[in-house]
């Protein structure tokens, strides 16, 4: 593991050059209000950008999605995956694409780490489709599962080269989590940085405080929060996409969180052939 140094207090500002906040993606997010978005704009703004077209494609064509019919077009995608979630997609892709530019020798650890983020963006819109029945809810809830991990992508960003290793070193049931390394050696984890970016960009309140609380124990009465710890927990043991360790010490508390959110036994081992089926 990393030589732990002084342990210092981060300082978005100081530590981390921010990028400042694509127009893009502002543009996109006031489209997440639906009353002044629409399909059409949301289409126009994306189409500005080829990167973000392809990715949005290639994704809504990927294993995550299984439509019969190949997605050709933005348009097409926007029909079949629906406004919010490809509102949720673009964000993520964009935040994801900003920070990765110039992380040389680490862009695979990245990638690993988009894999995990939009897993438990699935997952946990699957929990809370199941529970609430609300479709503009469930949208929300992919975009809490696409961001929770926020604050890896700003170490990535703002440690190269010293952060990858923290994240990629295998850690078994006697070493701490990956939070555990991040407040030995930068003061605090990356939920807290995330949150931070979060709101320098003015996020939702309940997003920003949602990347905040998504490993705090003593926040599972927040229903969302519980939901994504439990997609969190079930993308680690799945091995889907890696996100810095694989979850050994949280494993405890799943009956809890089950509890919790009302899952019976059954509707978990649903959750586990859908989550293998994805
Ligand atoms: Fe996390
Ligand atoms: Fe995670």
Redesign the pocket.
Known sequence: MCASSQPVSFQIDKELEIPSIPLVLIKIIQTLDADSGSAKQLEELILHDPALSARILRLANSAFYSFRARVKTISHAITLLGMNLVTSLAIGINIFDTFTKGAKGEAALINQLWT??CG?GVLVRKIWSQKSGVPKEAEFAFLCGLL??LGKVVLFKTYPGKYGPIFAAEKTETDMAISGYEEENYGVDHAVIGEMLAKQWGFPKELAGLIRKHHDLSETDTPMVAAVMLA?QL??ELKIGY?GDHGLHSQAYLPEILSKLSISEGEWDRLKEFASQE
């Open positions: 995990h983020s438990v929770h991990d969190d993308a680690k996100d």
